[in-house]
């Protein structure tokens, strides 16, 4: 079982960007994709981003197309969400997840078995 474990969240202003780390720990990280989620004051969670087990392969939501930014790095067991030209809107609690190793990333979290405790994103206007 791996644990996972968000850091990097804060409050910002609109227009800023925010890097969050998800770092994992009792198994590599090499063995899963990973997928970002989150999931603001009353709505439901939300699909972020995803990446491949590799690296290769990402695959982000629309309205963060061009603003976000996943990567990973298997070697420090680490992977990373990067922000930019951060809305109001984006504000939420951030969460990281592992789901099973595929070639395709996925934006559905019933396919992640493992996730991280979050970490709280405030965006202010």
């Known amino acids: 079982q791996v644990q996972l474990v968000e850091s990097g969240g804060g409050l910002v202003q609109s227009g800023d960007s925010l890097r969050l780390s998800c770092a994992a720990s009792?198994?590599?990280?090499?063995?899963?994709?990973m997928g970002w989620f989150r999931q603001a004051p009353g709505k439901e969670r939300e699909f972020v981003t995803a990446?491949?087990?590799?690296?290769?392969?990402?695959m982000y939501a629309d309205s963060m197309k061009g603003r976000f930014a996943i990567s990973r790095d298997n070697t420090k067991n680490t992977v990373f969400l990067e922000m930019n030209s951060l809305k109001p809107e984006d504000t939420a609690v951030y969460y990281c997840?592992?789901?099973?190793?595929?070639?395709?990333?996925?934006?559905?979290?019933?396919?992640?078995?493992?996730w991280g405790q979050g970490t709280q994103v405030t965006v202010s206007s």
């Open positions: 997840a592992a789901g099973r190793r595929r070639t395709v990333p996925s934006n559905l979290g019933s396919e992640y078995y493992y």
């Open positions: 009792r198994r590599s990280l090499g063995d899963y994709n």
């Open positions: 990446i491949t087990w590799g690296g290769g392969t990402t």
